[in-house]
Nanobody
Framework: QVQLAESGGGVVQPGGSLRLSCSAS????????IGWYRQPPAKERELVAY???????QYADFVLGRFTISKDNAKNTVYQQMDNLKVEETAVYFC???????????????WGQGTQVTVSS
């Protein structure tokens, strides 16, 4: 099993920044990477960005140029720097242990508890 723990959420004004952290532990050999997802109120959970074991990154179009995903292997932690946040990005942000799917990656079974991000003036 993999355990994931998010932190770093909070309340920020529009245009502000936050950095989220996702700490991983457990049987991480099965993971192909870590993905950040978010779930706004009354909406579906959506992929925001992911980073692979090899360090490759992928972003959803709606965060390109504003969010940056990175990792510290020594700390088993993945970060998501979020800049120029918008009101509509208010959501619970989750990290997920990805698994290999052919040449790509897919969401796995392990999720963190989530961290609330509220963007409001």
């Amino acid at each position: 099993q993999v355990q994931l723990a998010e932190s770093g959420g909070g309340v920020v004004q529009p245009g502000g920044s936050l950095r989220l952290s996702c700490s991983a532990s457990g049987s991480m050999d099965s993971m192909s990477g870590i993905g950040w997802y978010r779930q706004p109120p009354a909406k579906e959970r959506e992929l925001v960005a992911y980073i692979t074991r090899g360090g490759s990154t992928q972003y959803a179009d709606f965060v390109l140029g504003r969010f940056t995903i990175s990792k510290d292997n020594a700390k088993n932690t993945v970060y998501q720097q979020m800049d120029n946040l918008k009101v509509e990005e208010t959501a619970v942000y989750f990290c997920n242990a990805l698994r290999q799917a052919g040449l790509g990656h897919e969401r796995g079974a392990y999720w963190g508890q989530g961290t609330q991000v509220t963007v409001s003036s």
